[in-house]
């Protein structure tokens, strides 16, 4: 237990998860009081506007430390890009090579399950069905399909960045 900083007690959050509803970002929690009983919060931000925000990279989880981290919001990003080009990316990947660099200069760093439960919902919602589990897409060597990875984002020395057509990781 901890206090927040409105004085009031946090209990350990027992799931989380958020849900996109128009321009606001809807975080449900359920957590857990000192007697054990459930009580469910849901709390709702207001989205920045991704609109023309984009993966414009793809570094190393080292790489990926010199980059603030991104609002929530970014994941929406994030997820839509894992969909949309049919990326399958394993939590070792991740970190090894795959940690996404947002046109705003920001970045999101996964655990390797953290990754593999993202993973986990994106393939499940392209596949329309809840086939998967974080522990299929943790690791590359038991990942449950093979991994379809980004081309590698390379840095004009004229420009911001340019993504090269051909090179792959």
Known sequence: MSTNPSGTVDAPVVWSTWYRLSSRLI?????????GNQIWVAASVK????EDLKIVNWVSYDEADKYPEAPYNHELVLLDTLKREGYIICGDTHQRQCCPIFSDGTTLRYSFRAWGALMAYARNQVENQHKYDYMDFYMACVAAEDEVLPARAVVAEDSDYVVAESTTL
Not at 27 to 35: A, E, K
Not at 47 to 50: N, Q, R, S, T
Request: hydrophobic share 40%; charged share 25%.
């Open 47 to 50: 989205v920045v506007d991704v």
């Open 27 to 35: 975080r449900i929690r359920q957590s857990l009081t000192p007697g």
